[in-house]
């Protein structure tokens, strides 16, 4: 059976800092953010428990 290795799901906010705010409390930590200063437009975030080692 096939497993995925590496998901990744892209969400849309109109509110990005508080989107990222509530995955942050879920246990993601956040990898990237652009801009890197002020108010973000894009951040990426990773939660390591679903990472799989091949």
Do not use: C
């Amino acid at each position: 059976m096939s497993m995925f290795r590496t998901p990744q799901v892209i969400l849309f906010s109109e509110d990005v800092s508080r989107a990222a705010e509530f995955y942050t409390g879920l246990g993601f930590t956040e990898t990237f953010r652009v801009p890197v200063d002020g108010e973000p437009i894009h951040i990426v975030q990773r939660w390591e428990s679903v990472r799989r080692d091949p």
